[in-house]
């Protein structure tokens, strides 16, 4: 029997559990044991796992778990809430330098429930007849519809997850419509393998889709079924982007001792 002391977190009701593994004492855990801990009925029950491990070079390294227990690609929304998280263990002064699967990133907090997280640059965009397919840290396919509250988000995102061309990787999936000066957008998530409240990579690349024809700097605001999230960016090119920025809260939702088999 091994005991965790956890930390939850939500940002826009994307939610995780997180670890301060720094000195590598939670490195035993086994991805059926993340599974568990994921799971809403028999665990803490979160979109995803993280630990908050030591880096070298940087003043932390990022790693993330899906909700299945593998170890996952990119998670915006998660990447905010461990930058929170680092923030509240007192790590780095406002500006976070850290290390993720996709490489570096920088962040930074304005209070201490709000984070702007730089995201890679995106350096190309397929653009189907009536979708688009990019990755922004994590495999994305955007389709604009008319009423996104209509969308049935589980069953037409795991069809399209789990067709032909996507079945052995998987792809998340966003419905998108746009709202007000932005977007709205909801997003069936692969390793959840359902919609989720909210995903910042998702968010993120349906905001570079719905960005006009001019190479300049764009603001999107962002409504999901969890809240309000802004992604800034520069369109470079036709289908290139760089500066890109996902803000929005990140928030703890409480802490408490687990254990585990």
């Excluded at 330098?97 to 201490?112: L, R, S």
């Excluded at 024809?213 to 999107?220: A, D, I, S």
């Amino acid at each position: 029997m091994n005991n965790i002391h956890f930390y939850k977190y939500q940002g826009t009701g994307n939610d995780f559990v997180i670890m301060d593994n720094r000195n590598g004492e939670y490195n035993w855990l086994t991805d059926e044991q993340v599974n568990e801990l994921c799971d809403r009925r028999f665990g803490i029950g979160a979109d995803g796992l993280m630990l908050l491990n030591k880096s070298e070079d940087y003043d932390f390294a990022m790693k993330y778990y899906n909700a299945d227990g593998r170890e996952g690609t990119m998670c915006g929304n998660g990447g905010r809430c461990l930058v929170a998280f680092a923030h509240k263990m007192g790590i780095g002064d406002g500006n976070l330098y850290f290390i993720a699967v996709d490489g570096e990133h920088e962040a930074t907090m304005d209070g201490n429930n709000w984070v702007n997280l730089k995201m890679s640059d995106v350096h190309d965009v397929e653009n189907g007849p009536l979708y688009f397919y990019l990755n922004t840290g994590s495999p994305h396919f955007v389709k604009f519809v008319e009423d996104v509250q209509a969308v049935d988000v589980f069953n037409e995102g795991r069809g399209i997850r789990y067709n032909e061309r996507f079945a052995a990787e998987g792809t998340n999936v966003n419905f998108v419509q746009p709202f007000e000066s932005g977007i709205f957008v909801r997003t069936y998530e692969r390793g959840v393998e359902d919609e989720t409240y909210s995903c910042g990579t998702g968010v993120t690349a349906a905001a570079l889709t719905f960005a006009g024809r001019e190479e300049k700097e764009y603001v999107v605001p962002v409504q999901t079924l969890g809240g309000q999230l802004e992604v800034r960016f520069s369109k470079t090119g036709e289908r290139t982007y760089s500066n890109i920025w996902l803000c929005g809260p990140a928030t703890l939702v409480f802490e408490g001792d687990i254990t585990v088999k």
